[in-house]
């Protein structure tokens, strides 16, 4: 167990030097919203609304809620993506530097698990002080009922996980293919959008939504975001929870499978 | 004059055949940037499409001058990709790595060689599946005509466009020579262009100003799709002009400071 | 003077930190520097046509040297002219008449045919077809690379990449060519090409080299004349064989004798003289006038089969010499 805990330490003692991307971090969150604001204001605007139209509100939501909404979406968002490890890893399988794990008493897929965590680790700290802040200037807005935080909390770490799994499978691909690096591109450039990090998911057109409950996606922003802004209520959402530890073991079992087919292959050909 | 430029196509070309031969060695990549930028375009597009559900005119933007702004955005980017994107965020890595050494050494100028060195080929093929696509969407949308003086004025306003999009991205990257673990100079330069790529309309008026002069993100994409959508606006034209010149221009200035920062620190 | 450096000095920079969680933090707020003195009151002058090395240890400050005289760093003081030119302006005109091998680092693409590098090459220094062709057959042919400059960089060897970095280098004629530890991991007969390669190279075209290396073996192959860095002073600038010469005036002796020789003489010699024994074969390293005397007894009482005179390992010698510089220069 000491073991992954000094690689977290590791890992964030390195995530402080890059203390930059943090900041950028923050501004993105902010110049997005701020993008977002102009969009839907415009929209609110134009068309006279008091609310819009939301899956799983009967009342709908005014501006204020909607882009509170996006706010949050833009944070969980970042929390749950990365660049940094699933790159290290497809290099690390294309060198043949995945050696020094192999010959250690060590699992690569929680390994890299602890360096995903450790490398996010500044967002973490940074994002949940700006959250501080906005429930300090806003305390209205979020966490309104009961079991919202932890709950936020519960299907926020279940994001994360669930997203890790993810980059983790496509990541294996490198044992196989050369240039896994560009789905990872295509994977982050298209979860932008579909994943609900700038629109809502509950705003696409209902056969888009449809296709999306059979997927994992709803877990990894809107679910979470949901929570916390009280359009769910976790009391009512015992099923969703199952159903998205549901997705966390096949991705587990998904990825520990394919890993092992890897390596087999990995072992027979050298690199 | 004419010769220095003749020799700097040459060096160019040369750069375009090195990286084609390369690329054509890596087949499966080339179809896969292929692949990422119609993920990227796509992702956008659905965005609008997510946004039309609730309105009908973005300023005085309708449905199919979105379309038509959404596609000369992408053929903007896939120009810059194509010429310059490639290499400007490799700055911090040439830096790193020594390789900006041999650079200044050359007896060219090295903001161009550093600038140019990659050439992105793959995206030639977008660019011509987009401007297939850009010619018939226009077309219908002025009632089937062409309107020949709208593209004249299209294609140097898009070029203009591209190299506020290149000083801009540079600009950033350039900070690397200050910061030297500037990695993530990539992310912020993303964010900031960000707002090029939705239409001006969108914004309220004080920012659409600054949009359109300091912070002329405005000017990449905008400009060219509305003459290509409400003809052309010579004041506008000139205009742009004008600020890709002049950033530019800071390019060369931020690109010489930056080289007596790296001659006083390297080691 | 074709290359001037006149009172050079270049400090650094250098970012500290202890490890642990705590100084991170430190350090995210607030960073410590120290100056680190790369180069201390340089001065060198280099005619046209001489092939000089520059000798040191690792951190020594070889590189930075270089770098200044290419222009690719501005000292904290002093003064470079080359050929007339200050080289961190540089002007065109002086980048045109230079070359740089770095001994680690590629300038050639990777993933495609060295010979189209050299093309680009032949755009960027504006080259004319003739002189290009000429040139450039010149080499190849030299090198013995001609089969191999349509082979993708990549799959060359360390040596064939080595000898391509060095026409990519030299297409343009330059009149000065700076080589950075050219024979880095390369094995002993590319080491040996190369070596040849530039002493021919000098002789045909009067080009100045200016080599470094913490391979002995490369300055005393090459360079006649060695200026020798130690932590950033100059301690040296002269003849190498006089260098070696005052360091380690110690040859090595082997004497084989035909008959065993009498323990009783051999007890006697080591009275007097250090040495080694084995067999039939005796290994002495001494002063030339100690070897002399030594010789001398020997072959008083006793023929040889076989007597060699040997020099010691120049790496040996310039060992010692780093240990202690100033137990050796005057």
Redesign the interface.
């Known amino acids: 167990m000491y073991k992954y805990l000094s690689i977290l330490r590791i890992n964030w003692i390195q995530a402080l030097e890059y203390r930059g991307n943090a900041y950028i971090g923050l501004f993105a969150i902010i110049s997005g919203l701020f993008i977002e604001y102009q969009i839907w204001s415009l929209i609110f605007d134009s068309k006279n609304m008091a609310t819009i139209v939301i899956e799983g509100s009967t009342d709908g939501y005014n501006f204020n809620q909607l882009i509170v909404f996006i706010f949050l979406s833009i944070i969980v968002g970042q929390l749950k993506s990365s660049w940094m490890t699933s790159s290290q890893m497809i290099v690390e399988i294309r060198q043949g530097l995945i050696n020094k794990y192999l010959i250690r008493p060590i699992s690569y897929f929680w390994y890299n698990f602890m360096m995903f965590i450790g490398v996010n680790s500044i967002y973490y700290i940074v994002y949940t002080l700006l959250l501080l802040l906005f429930i300090f200037i806003y305390p209205d807005m979020l966490f309104q009922n009961n079991f919202s935080i932890i709950g936020f909390f519960i299907t926020l770490i279940i994001s994360i996980y669930i997203s890790y799994c993810i980059y983790f499978i496509m990541a294996c691909f490198a044992f196989w293919f050369g240039e896994v690096r560009s789905i990872v591109v295509a994977y982050n450039l298209g979860m932008l959008m579909i994943s609900g990090q700038y629109m809502p998911i509950r705003l696409f057109p209902k056969e888009v939504l449809n296709i999306l409950q059979w997927t994992p996606i709803p877990y990894l922003v809107d679910f979470p975001v949901s929570i916390a802004t009280g359009l769910v209520l976790i009391t009512n959402s015992i099923d969703k929870i199952i159903l998205s530890l549901f997705w966390c073991v096949v991705l587990t079992a998904l990825s520990k499978i394919i890993y092992n087919f890897g390596i087999r292959q990995y072992e027979a050909y050298g690199q | 004059m004419k010769h220095m430029v003749n020799?700097y196509f040459?060096?160019w070309?040369?750069?375009f055949?090195?990286t084609l031969?390369?690329d054509m060695?890596?087949k499966?990549?080339f179809i896969?940037?292929i692949?990422?930028d119609f993920?990227?375009y796509g992702?956008?597009f659905?965005?609008f499409k997510?946004?039309f559900?609730?309105?009908d005119?973005?300023?005085d933007f309708n449905q199919d001058a979105v379309i038509i702004f959404l596609v000369t955005m992408y053929i903007a980017d896939s120009l810059y990709v194509f010429l310059l994107g490639g290499n400007v965020f490799n700055i911090n890595n040439n830096i790193k790595?020594?390789?900006l050494?041999?650079i200044?050494?050359?007896?060219?100028n090295s903001q161009f060689f550093i600038s140019c060195r990659y050439v992105n080929t793959h995206t030639l093929i977008s660019i011509l599946i987009l401007s297939v696509l850009l010619i018939k969407l226009t077309y219908s949308y002025h009632d089937n005509s062409f309107l020949i003086i709208n593209y004249i004025f299209f294609i140097p306003s898009l070029i203009f466009g591209m190299f506020i999009f290149y000083s801009f991205e540079f600009i950033i990257a350039s900070l690397s020579f200050w910061?030297r673990?500037?990695?993530?100079a990539g992310?912020?330069a993303g964010?900031?262009i960000?707002?090029s790529r939705?239409p001006d309309s969108?914004?309220?008026k004080w920012?659409r100003n600054i949009l359109f002069t300091i912070f002329p993100m405005a000017m990449i994409c905008s400009v060219p799709s509305r003459i290509l959508i409400f003809g052309v606006n010579i004041k506008l034209f000139f205009l742009q002009i004008f600020i890709s010149i002049l950033f530019l221009w800071i390019t060369t200035l931020i690109w010489r400071r930056g080289l007596?920062r790296y001659?006083?620190?390297?080691? | 003077m074709f290359i001037q450096v006149k009172n050079i000095s270049k400090s650094f920079k250098i970012f500290k930190r202890k490890a642990g969680l705590k100084s991170a933090f430190k350090s995210f707020l607030k960073r410590e520097y120290h100056l680190f003195h790369a180069l201390k009151n340089i001065n060198l002058n280099i005619n046209e046509g001489e092939i000089i090395g520059i000798l040191g240890e690792n951190g020594a400050g070889k590189t930075t040297l270089i770098k200044l005289m290419v222009g690719l760093l501005h000292p904290n003081s002093g003064e470079i002219s080359i050929n007339g030119y200050n080289p961190w302006d540089r002007d065109h005109n002086f980048l045109q008449n230079i070359s740089v091998v770095m001994g680690q680092k590629n300038q050639l693409w990777w993933d495609i045919p060295a010979s189209e590098s050299f093309l680009l090459n032949k755009h960027i220094y504006n080259l004319d077809d003739k002189a290009y062709d000429y040139t450039l057959n010149e080499l190849v042919d030299y090198l013995d690379v001609r089969d191999k400059i349509d082979v993708q960089v990549r799959r060359l060897s360390l040596g064939e990449r080595m000898k391509m970095e060095i026409i990519a280098a030299l297409l343009h004629r330059p009149k000065i060519i700076l080589l950075d530890e050219p024979t880095l991991g390369l094995d002993v007969i590319s080491q040996s090409k190369i070596r040849e390669f530039v002493k021919y190279y000098n002789i045909k075209h009067n080009t100045t080299f200016i080599i470094t290396s913490h391979y002995t073996r490369d300055i005393q192959e090459m360079c006649e004349r060695v200026f020798v860095l130690n932590k950033g002073n100059p301690i040296y600038d002269g003849n190498f064989n006089k260098l070696i010469k005052n360091i380690n005036p110690k040859r090595r002796l082997i004497f084989e004798f035909i008959k065993s020789p009498n323990q009783k003489f051999i007890q006697n010699l080591s009275c007097k003289y250090h040495f080694t024994i084995n067999n039939k074969v005796l290994t002495a390293i001494l002063e030339e006038s100690d070897l002399q005397a030594l010789l001398n007894s020997l072959l008083k009482k006793y023929s040889a089969s076989n007597i060699s005179f040997e020099d010691l390992p120049v790496d040996d010698t310039m060992a010692t010499f780093f240990k202690n510089p100033n137990q050796y220069i005057k």
């Open positions: 020799r040459k060096v070309l040369a750069f055949r090195n031969s390369r060695e890596y499966t990549n896969f940037e692949f990422i993920i990227y992702s956008l659905f965005f997510v946004i559900q609730f309105i005119q973005l300023g790595s020594g390789d050494d041999f200044l050494l050359k007896p060219i910061f673990n500037f990695s993530y992310w912020l964010e900031l960000k707002y939705r969108i914004y309220k920012f007596l001659e006083s620190a390297s080691s």
